[in-house]
């Protein structure tokens, strides 16, 4: 295999283009690339506490903290005060958010057709099981 | 196939791990997550133009200048004013840089060997084969 002709090399390759992609595609909703994987979190944890979306995504909790008042500023968020836990912030989706959920997953599922769109059915699963056994080895050294 | 099972969720989690990887691989060399892909370039352009050097990345005027200026107190790179244009900058390795290149191309591969640890052979073709293919399909659209 040569030098460049590597897994990891084509990762950041494609990833690099799915920010491009999304950023691009976001637009339309005036996300962009920095902030879409915390609307995906928060669609999925409605409620979340502040610290546990930067925890979970394991996204520093400066980076969180700008994205998510970045949303909050375009109104796709809400965030309150945690009744428990007076220093924490707990970020709820807004109805413009709950508006746009349908599109957004549409948008968001657009980048994985991009990606296999000369792949046959079963290529397509080849691809995930082989990308799901990548993740499965970096966390059984870590 | 469930919602949150899609090729470019993989392709995102594997990229932020790989991010730790090396974060953690390069510390040796003082380098962090943000200067090995300016460092891997230089071996293969050594004197490169500086604007050059973001255009092939495709990253940032700025982003690619904070990269070599910390390369450069770090005593890896030396930057030179262009003799053809004196606006531009030559970005060259130094004598430390060059001595850390095996170690360095080792490093980065060790993150292909995790990655792919428990794959056959032909399972590490084919990976590549459809990584290759998913970038292929996103130059096709642009």
Request: overall charge neutral.
């Amino acid at each position: 295999m040569a030098k460049c002709e590597s897994i990891g090399r084509y990762i950041s390759e494609i990833y690099r283009m799915g920010g491009k992609f999304y950023s691009k595609a976001f637009n339309k909703f005036n996300i962009g690339s920095g902030q879409y994987i915390f609307l995906l979190h928060l669609y999925f944890n409605d409620g979340i506490n502040q610290e546990c979306i930067s925890s979970n995504l394991n996204i520093d909790k400066g980076t969180t903290a700008r994205a998510l008042k970045r949303l909050e500023e375009l109104q796709y968020v809400e965030r309150v005060v945690d009744k428990e836990d007076k220093r924490a912030y707990r970020v709820f989706l807004t109805e413009k958010a709950k508006d746009i959920e349908e599109e957004f997953f549409f948008t968001l599922s657009s980048w994985n057709d991009v990606l296999s769109k000369d792949f046959t059915e079963e290529e397509k699963v080849m691809a995930i099981n082989l990308l799901k056994r990548m993740t499965n080895n970096y966390k059984n050294i870590i």
